[in-house]
C-alpha cells in the first residue's frame, strides 16, 4: 500500500456505511468530525442503500424492523449461518459484488485515497472494489460492537479498529488465520465529541433535574433505545406507574420514533402527583436529542438496548448501564462483553427490571456519585475517533 498523499495535498477520505440501525451512522459522523480537524482533509459520506431504488431500502428496513419485532428467533438463525464459513461466505461475496456493480461508478466519482467501513456489507463492497481495480486503496474498517461478526473480516483491509483490545483476537478468528497480517486496534467504538467532553457530574445532574422541574436528589432513569427508538419504553413505562416507583423520575428518549413518543406522551399525567396540570410530573418524553451526553451523566440508571454505538456513549459518560431484553445476535455479544468486562447488568423481563431498581434505589447518593466517578474516569475518554484521525494522519507522505 502506498502511503497517502502529503499535507500539502488535499486528502480525500471516503466514510462508506448502511442505515441499519442508527449506530453505524452515529460512528461514521464521529469519525468524520476527528478526521476533519486533519489538515487538508475532505470528507464524504457514503450510503450502501443509495447503490439501488430507495423502494427497495425501505421494504428491506422495514422487513428487517417487523422481523426483530415479531419472530427475533429468525434473525438469531441468520446471524449464527451468516457467521460461519462456507456457504455463507459465498453469499455474502455474491451480494456484495452485485452492489459493487451497482455502487462502482460512485466510488469512482469520489476518488477517495482512504476509505473507511462501519458496516459488513460496505466491507465487503470495498474490499472487492479494492482487489478488483484499486490494490492500492488504504481500507479501515470501524467495528461497531463489542464481538466480530465473520462478515467483517474481508481481504484487502489494512486496519481493523475494534470496541476493546480484548476482541482483537476475534480478528483472527474470524479470518481462520492464526495470526493476520492486517494490524488491529483495541481503541474503542468512536463516539462523537460531545460524549468526551470533561463535565462536572454533580453539576450536570443538578441541572438536568433543575430543567424538569425535579428534586435535586430525584433518582432518575434514562431510557435510550438508540436513533430509532428500538426499546420497548412502553411496556418499562408502563411498569414504573407501580406505587413501589413512586420516587424514580423517568427521561424517555424516543429518537426518531415519532410513533412510539405518542404512545407515551398520554402517560405522562399518570406520572404526575396529583394527577393535575399543576403537578410535576415524573415522565419526560423527548425524541431525538442532541443532549444524551448530559442526559446519560445525570441519570443514576440508563435502560438501554444492547446497540455498540449507545453503549460505547454510555461507558464514555461512566454511566450505570442496565441493558434490558437484549435481542438475538450482535445485542447478546454485547451484553456478554459488557457483562464481564465493565461491569454492566442486563436484564431480561420486567420482573427482573422491578428487582433490579428496588436494589439501586437503596444505594445512597453520594456512593451513586462515587460510582459514576470510578466508572468515568476507567471507561471514559478514549477518544477512539481521535486515534483513528491521529493514525490516518500518520500515514500521510511527509
Known sequence: ??????????????????????????????????????????????NVFD?????????????????LAVCPWLYALSYRWSNQGGGSLWMRNLLNGILLRL???????????????????????????????????????????????????????????VADEKLSGEIDSASGRSETQTAVYGWGIPVRGR???????????????????????????????????????????????NEKFKDIYVVAVTGHNDGLRKKLEPLQKEFSKDQTEESVCRLAVLGFTDEMP????????????????TLAEC????????????????????????????????????????EYLGREMRVSLPERLQKQQERKQRYGHRAAAGRIAELTDKLRNR
Request: glycine share 10%; hydrophobic share 45%.
Open 294 to 309: 448530559r442526559l446519560m451523566q445525570a441519570a443514576d440508571v440508563v435502560i438501554t438496548k444492547a446497540g455498540g454505538v
Open 1 to 46: 500500500m502506498d502511503l497517502l498523499p502529503a499535507k500539502d495535498e488535499k486528502l480525500k477520505i471516503l466514510i462508506l456505511s448502511a442505515p441499519i440501525g442508527s449506530g453505524h451512522r452515529m460512528a461514521a459522523a464521529a469519525l468524520e468530525e476527528a478526521l476533519l480537524r486533519m489538515e487538508n482533509v475532505e470528507v464524504v459520506q457514503g
Open 51 to 67: 447503490f439501488f431504488p430507495s423502494v427497495i431500502g425501505k421494504a428491506f428496513l422495514k422487513f428487517y424492523e417487523t422481523v
Open 195 to 241: 460524549f468526551t467532553e470533561k463535565q462536572e457530574l454533580a453539576a450536570v445532574r443538578r441541572e438536568a433535574r433543575s430543567r424538569f422541574g425535579w428534586p435535586a436528589g430525584a433518582f432518575v432513569c434514562l431510557l435510550a433505545g438508540g436513533g430509532g427508538g428500538m426499546l420497548p419504553m412502553e411496556e418499562i413505562v408502563k411498569s414504573l406507574r
Open 103 to 161: 455502487g462502482r461508478s460512485f466510488i469512482e466519482e469520489v476518488k477517495p485515497d482512504a476509505v473507511f467501513s462501519t458496516h459488513a456489507t460496505p466491507t465487503g463492497i470495498l474490499s472487492l472494489y479494492k482487489q478488483k481495480y484499486d490494490t492500492g486503496l488504504w481500507l479501515g474498517v470501524v467495528v461497531t460492537d463489542f464481538t466480530v461478526h465473520r462478515w467483517l473480516v474481508c481481504p484487502g483491509v489494512d486496519a481493523y479498529f
Open 315 to 354: 461507558l464514555e459518560c461512566g454511566a450505570n448501564i442496565l441493558i434490558y431484553h437484549p435481542l438475538p445476535g450482535q445485542e447478546q455479544g454485547n451484553t456478554a462483553f459488557l457483562q464481564q468486562e465493565y461491569g454492566a447488568a442486563a436484564v431480561t423481563d420486567l420482573r427482573q427490571l422491578d
